[in-house]
């Protein structure tokens, strides 16, 4: 027995949901083993439709036995059928490559010959694989928006009515066996069993009684294992000839409402039916006058020739291959179906046919087309679409009923796009987009299904572009859409994804609309975050085809600019409305912008291609022409978006290096637009320092070589221009050179000029809240240069603020200014002293007391910053700052402290002197830390001392302070380093002199 039919089977006894997953054991699932390939049919029901009525016959055939048994059962329910919701199926799998070879055009209708794989045929029912299922990206967009459900099968005989508990047996010729015991009889009593059944349908019983033995039988039919044994056995044949020659209508009825429910029922069918009639049986069973014979020949016939659709493309599959052992390899009878079967089937469809008759008609066409194989084509026919289209517009139908005339439509434009044409012209496109608004959920799914193939297969359908025009006026159209994909189910919102994309890849005109909408992209992101499951499969395959979008979008916009310009087309060109002036493309580029905007599109947008277009326009912009400043805004926008993550930079470098920076700079230059101004430096600016800052790319000699030329060629003479722009350009233009400078792009010889280095130290002068990082550095370095005259830094008159920098930057605890700032101190501090002797000062802080070093400087004092001397009143803040936890800020610091005192020993002197209590605590907090900070301290206060007694200073000195001073000092003369030990002797000797002291 088929597992999955035996487990459906057992759900639906239990009055169970097919969609409920199966539970962790199965009672007798290790006996059952499938010995083939065949498919499985794995039917699953509606829980609010007949499902819920079919139970085993054995469980009640037995006490009923004395009851007599209604001779109308068959009609009792039926008329019920007609309102039965028709659910899909449960989740179910179908290889891709089973579902997804379409049929390219509708065929003629021809005999279909199903070979049977073996001598016992199992029922098969396709398994769909979604991309969601194995994890796989869809390799096209066709295969992304189909789900498992879309291509789900229902039974389409109806399931017997009637409460079971109650149904009796009153009077039959043999004793009537529960199924739980017919089906554990031995072969011999089985043969007998079924022969008594045999005489009595034979016999010259009463229709009452005839009707009882079949009601019996419909009870069996209930439980799979004995519907196997009657459907594969001699009483099939009996009812197949009962059928044909019987002259009762009542009992030809029941003859076929039984053969339906045994087939529907049966897990294994024999290849001798198909040499037994019933076929042919049931395809004459349609053209009686008898409304109920034809609806139970069709439902029958449906479920057969669905049986046989599945077992003709199992059958290719298995035909190359090895054939297992288990098998019996002796063929059987071959299924043949011609068309004259087929055609009875489809003209059921036309208007004025019984309703349910049509239902059950529909059920066949909708199973059928489930498949994909030849079979579809024997229904793709121009009548046959036009009879769908004529159901699903009958506002008289059951809604049940319109929408699997619709499913059968989706279908069969699923494996044939010609059938899709033919749908269209009797289907408006519009209405059909309508009814995703006011529909229900099932209606949704399969119109987005019915629509994404018309717009994927949109170039073989005539009118394609008429009907999209026609959505235009559709107000609902967008906030619609967006609405399906934020609340909608995950079905109907990856389905409602991939229309919107299919959408605006046939029409450009959409893309505004829907890509300018924050509410869609951000929904989109949201959904992104999914890492499985059918909405990612729909997600990845939207953002994969809207991305391809862009480059599209680019070239049509640098063509509409290339014509206005008078210049050649380059490439092909994609006709749009109105694209006489740039202006009628301009609306794309917002698009585009916002796609950078989004976390889902960023990453597919931003292609080597689409930065070589990029490039492309911004060279074409170096031209003025008509509406110019137009695009140039959105298109330093899209730059800037495109060049937010630095990887994007690294790894197209060349195309910058090349391409990008030599525009910018040239838009930059008499552009009147401040904004354009300020956007083309901070790209150039953002480019050029992730250049930089990656350390795989500053040895590259190409790169450095690329940049200095450009550095020397566009940014040096511009600097001047940006240096006196509106804020912030100055700020980013100071930035950028400073770190030209850094990595010698740029000598700071290049920009020695009594304008340029005014401007640069002009931050000094106003707000220091306003300072930068690259605002010192840059003074830093000149103030540094050898070419450097100290006279014209005497002449700018800002010690005294860069003495108060240092105060606000370490009051404020700015912890990265204080670095630089103490570096732009040292370096005024050098100019009057001398690079060579204030490096021999820092190594030999002894040279600091040494008379003969003094004079050797003397001469030096003429060249010293005249207003140097300002500093000494932020001794106070310098000898805080040694107390910095950084080493290398309290380095320094301490060298500050010392080469101050030689550049202006006066006013530096009185300034450590005045702070000797912050000296005699610094000194403390010292003595356990490193020696060269102690050692340049005590040679600063000995050198302090001996200016005090050599100058005649008036100071009030602390005496507490000294005393501290002078017990440190002692201890200080034990140290083991010998530096710091004769630092500390030379202190006290000096300390000695003073006259509070002595």
Not at 227 to 244: D, E, F, H, Q, W
Not at 385 to 394: D, S, V, W
Not at 433 to 445: A, D, I, S, Y
Not at 916 to 929: E, I
Request: glycine share 4%; charged share 20%.
């Amino acid at each position: 027995m088929s597992r999955i039919a035996k487990r459906n089977l057992q759900r639906e006894k239990a009055k169970e949901n097919y969609r409920r997953p199966p539970t962790e054991t199965d009672e007798n699932e290790a006996e059952v083993k499938i010995e083939n390939n065949d498919m499985e049919l794995d039917f699953g029901e509606n829980p609010e439709g007949d499902a819920p009525d079919d139970n085993d016959g054995s469980d009640n055939a037995g006490s009923k036995a004395d009851e007599k048994h209604r001779t109308q059962g068959t009609d009792g329910d039926e008329e019920n059928c007609i309102n039965q919701a028709d659910m899909l199926m449960d989740e179910c799998s179908v290889k891709p490559d089973t579902l997804l070879k379409a049929e390219q055009n509708c065929s003629e209708n021809l005999d279909v010959v199903a070979t049977p794989p073996s001598f016992c045929m199992r029922k098969a029912r396709p398994k769909i694989t979604s991309g969601a299922a194995t994890g796989s990206e869809p390799s096209n967009i066709f295969e992304a928006f189909w789900h498992p459900t879309d291509l789900a099968v229902k039974p389409v005989m109806p399931s017997k009515k009637g409460d079971k508990a109650t149904e009796t047996i009153s009077v039959l010729p043999f004793e009537a066996l529960p199924a739980a015991d017919y089906i554990k009889l031995p072969r011999e009593q089985v043969n007998a069993f079924n022969s008594q059944i045999i005489q009595s349908l034979n016999g010259s019983f009463q229709v009452s009684e005839k009707q009882n033995i079949i009601r019996y039988l419909e009870l069996l039919s209930m439980n799979s294992d004995a519907a196997n044994i009657i459907t594969n056995g001699p009483v099939m044949s009996l009812l197949i000839k009962m059928l044909r020659l019987s002259k009762t209508s009542v009992l030809r009825v029941q003859v076929a409402s039984l053969m339906g429910l045994l087939i529907r029922y049966s897990t294994i069918l024999d290849a001798e039916l198909a040499s037994s009639g019933i076929i042919n049986a049931l395809s004459d069973g349609l053209r009686d006058r008898h409304d109920k014979l034809r609806r139970f020949c069709m439902a029958t016939l449906g479920e057969l020739l669905f049986y046989i659709s599945t077992q003709s493309d199992q059958d290719s599959k298995e035909s190359n291959a090895e054939e297992s052992p288990m098998k019996d390899n002796k063929s059987g009878a071959l299924w043949q179906v011609p068309s004259a079967v087929i055609a009875p089937v489809s003209s059921i469809l036309r208007k004025g046919e019984d309703d349910l008759a049509q239902l059950y008609a529909l059920r066949t066409v909708d199973n059928i087309c489930s498949q994909g194989t030849d079979w579809t084509s024997r229904f793709a026919s121009q009548d046959a679409i036009g009879h769908l289209c004529y159901i699903y517009k009958a506002t008289g139908k059951q809604e049940n009923t319109r929408l699997i005339a619709i499913s059968c439509l989706s279908r069969l434009a699923r494996f044939s796009s010609s059938c899709t044409h033919l749908t269209l012209e009797k289907l408006s496109f519009k209405d059909i987009v309508c009814t995703l608004f006011k529909g229900n959920p099932r209606e949704q799914q399969i119109s987005l299904n019915l629509l994404n193939s018309a717009l994927v297969n949109s170039h073989t359908i005539p009118n394609m572009n008429r009907y999209i025009q026609s959505l235009t006026e559709e107000k609902q159209l967008v906030p619609g859409l967006i609405s399906l994909i934020e609340q909608g189910s995950d079905i109907l919102r990856g389905k409602t994804l991939l229309f919107v994309a299919l959408l605006c890849k046939n029409s450009r005109r959409w893309l505004p609309q829907f890509f300018c909408n924050a509410k869609l992209l951000s929904a989109v992101d949201r959904l992104g975050k999914e890492k499985d499951g059918f909405i990612h499969q729909c997600t990845v395959a939207f953002v994969q085809l809207v991305a391809l979008l862009v480059p599209g979008i680019l070239d049509t916009v640098s063509s509409d600019i290339q014509q206005v310009m008078g210049g050649k087309r380059h490439g092909p060109i994609t006709a749009l409305t109105g694209r006489a002036h740039p202006k009628s493309t301009i609306h794309l580029f917002p698009v585009i912008l916002h796609l950078l905007g989004s976390v889902s599109f960023n990453h597919r947008v931003v292609t080597s291609q689409v930065l070589l277009q990029l490039a492309n326009l911004t060279k074409i912009l170096e031209t003025p022409f008509q509406a110019r400043d137009d695009f140039q805004m959105i298109l330093l926008r899209v730059l800037e978006a495109a060049m937010e993550e630095s990887s994007v930079i690294l790894m197209e470098h060349k195309i910058f290096t090349s391409r990008f920076l030599l525009s910018l700079f040239i838009l930059y230059k008499g552009n009147k637009d401040c904004d354009a101004r300020f956007l083309c430096l901070k790209i150039l600016s953002d480019v050029m320092i992730v250049i930089f800052s990656d350390s795989s790319l500053t040895p590259d000699e190409q790169t450095l070589a690329d940049l200095k030329t450009i550095s020397h060629k566009y940014f040096l003479p511009l600097y001047p221009s940006f240096a006196e722009d509106e804020d912030p350009i100055p700020m980013y233009a100071q930035k950028l050179l400073v770190m030209l400078v850094e990595h010698d792009c740029v000598k700071v010889s290049d920009i020695l000029n009594e304008a340029t280095v005014s401007q640069c130290f002009d931050f000094l002068l106003g707000d220091l809240s306003n300072a930068n990082v690259s605002n010192v550095k840059l003074c830093f370095a000149l103030a540094s240069a050898p070419d450097m005259d100290s006279s014209f830094l005497s002449q700018l008159q800002v010690v005294r603020r860069i003495g108060t920098l240092v105060e606000f930057v370490t009051a404020k605890d700015m912890d990265g200014f204080l670095e630089p700032t103490l570096e732009l101190c040292r370096a005024f501090i050098i100019c009057g002293i001398g690079s060579s002797r204030s490096t021999a000062l820092t190594k030999e802080h002894a040279l600091l007391v040494d008379s003969a070093f003094n004079m050797s400087i003397a001469v030096d004092q003429q060249s010293c910053i005249m207003d140097i001397c300002d500093l000494g009143g932020s001794m106070g803040i310098f000898l805080e700052v040694v107390g910095n936890s950084d080493p290398h800020i309290s380095d320094l610091a301490s060298d500050c402290v010392v080469l101050l005192l030689k550049a202006a020993p006066r006013e530096a002197t009185m300034g450590l002197l005045t702070n000797l209590p912050k000296l005699s605590a610094l000194l403390d907090s010292l003595k356990h830390g490193v020696s060269l900070q102690l050692t340049r301290l005590l040679y600063s206060l000995a050198f302090s001392c001996r200016q005090y007694l050599a100058q005649g200073m008036i100071l009030s000195i602390s005496v507490p302070a000294l005393m501290r001073v002078e017990a440190l000092v002692s201890a200080f003369k034990g140290s083991h380093d010998s530096c710091l030990a004769d630092a500390a002797s030379y202190l006290g000797a000096e300390l000695q002199r003073l006259p509070c002291c002595g």
